[in-house]
């Protein structure tokens, strides 16, 4: 049958490739962190890292390291179940309940990553009795989450509360109604306006759900996230997030939320009830990222310090990066085609980043989105922006 498919399918790959959109995934053979070794393609050998949500450096800190070989011994390899069998361990429990506590939540619940997570809300929740209204640059697992559901589909223009409050007003006769946005955009590096998200929530009855992969662990006073940065952490009713990215970089994702909606996702959310359980030695390897998050303001200083030298320092030189001061720097490009190729000349130069194009981005707003972490030191950023300017000469010329 494949034969009759195969033709379509590799003109597909044609087409993807002539648009300047196909994506390339380049090998590395080092260890996670601010330069790896890149081992095929482009520039093979160390290049600086700038496309890693290792926001805090943690996947290869040392103590976590510790932390995973010891969990290694004392929790074994894997499950090899699912958590209402016999995939349930003392330190799955206890991660849900740091978490809960980390997040000013009732209760935890862990999935094997936040696209599950986000994937088991839904459909669990709501019924075609039901309203889901949702930001319209919401992550792709939100989206896919909400199809899920039967509940009807709303949208609201990004950020944009006076459409948010149309769409509440539109659905008042719906049973429940969810407003769900993503605390950071990772496209964007924006962040959503939790406060005022709240308040109209507040105002027309509805419950608040919050995506906070992009912001737990470094953003606000504790890195306990946007609700945190905005004040509102006891008026959030669902925040799912990810260990894959501040939080260690491995994988694994969660629900912390109101313990009566965690009760139900135990019962009925399907990524939960059939999917592995998430491996000891990343759950165990977790507390100890928490325990660094919490005992120390210095990782996300560092943090800080570095995307606001990367930020002034480009604009100095002319890109265009959108504003604000989130580790999410996008640097605007426009054309897919030469947003890949200044991604490879800057391979070249020693700087790994990624372009960023259709449909992962709309289309004429391609661009190299850069990601600052505490591993960077001032001289890679330096390293960086002087690689960004000499890349953009050889394209021109």
């Known amino acids: 049958m494949f034969d009759n498919v195969r033709a379509d399918v590799a003109a597909t790959l044609d087409e993807i490739r002539e648009a300047g959109l196909f994506k390339p995934e380049r090998v590395i053979g080092s260890p996670q962190s601010a330069a790896v070794t890149v081992t095929g393609g482009g520039r093979p050998g160390e290049v600086l890292n700038f496309c890693a949500n290792n926001y805090l450096g943690l996947a290869d800190h040392p103590e976590v390291l510790a932390a995973a070989k010891d969990a290694l011994d004392r929790w074994g390899y894997g499950m090899a179940s699912v958590r209402f069998i016999c995939g349930t361990q003392d330190v799955h429990k206890e991660l849900e309940d ?3 506590a980390f997040l000013g939540q009732e209760d935890t619940i862990l ?12 459909e669990t929740l709501l019924d075609d009795r039901d309203a889901v209204i949702s930001d319209a640059l919401n992550h792709a697992s939100i989206i896919d ?43 964007d590096g924006y962040v959503a306006p939790l406060r005022e998200i709240c308040d109209l929530a507040d105002r027309y009855d509805a ?37 894959g990215k501040a939080l260690g970089g491995a994988s694994g994702g969660y629900v912390a939320a109101r313990r009566e909606i965690v009760a139900l996702l135990r019962q009925r959310s399907r990524p939960y009830l059939f999917s592995n359980s998430l491996a000891p030695v990343i759950a165990a390897a977790s507390l100890k990222v928490l325990d660094l998050v919490e005992k120390s303001n210095e990782l996300r200083e560092r943090l800080a310090a570095n995307t606001a ?32 190729r200044l991604a490879e000349l800057l391979l070249e130069r020693g700087v790994y980043v990624i372009g960023f194009s259709y449909p992962v981005v709309p289309h004429g707003q391609a661009r190299i989105r850069v990601q600052l972490s505490a591993a960077h030191s001032t001289e890679d950023v330096e390293r960086a922006v002087a690689a960004f300017v000499d890349a953009r000469a050889a394209l021109e010329g």
Not at 210 to 223: E, I, K, L, N, Q
């Open 98 to 100: 740091r978490l809960s």
């Open 111 to 122: 999935y094997s990553s936040c696209f599950d997570a986000n994937g088991g809300v839904f």
């Open 145 to 187: 989450g909400i199809r899920l559901s039967k509940a009807r589909r709303h949208r609201y223009a990004n950020r944009d509360l006076a459409d948010l409050e149309k769409q509440l007003q539109d659905t008042q006769d719906a049973r429940r109604r969810l407003i769900v946005t993503d605390g950071v955009f990772s496209m």
């Open 207 to 243: 419950m608040v759900m919050v995506d906070d992969s992009h912001a737990v662990g470094f953003v606000g006073a504790g890195g306990r996230g946007t609700p945190e940065l905005h004040g509102v952490m006891d008026r959030v009713d669902i925040i799912t997030g990810t260990l």
């Open 309 to 340: 030298l990367f930020r002034a320092r480009m604009t100095e030189a002319g890109f265009e990066i959108l504003p604000g001061d989130h580790p999410i720097a996008p640097v605007m490009i426009g054309d897919a085609a030469e947003a890949g």
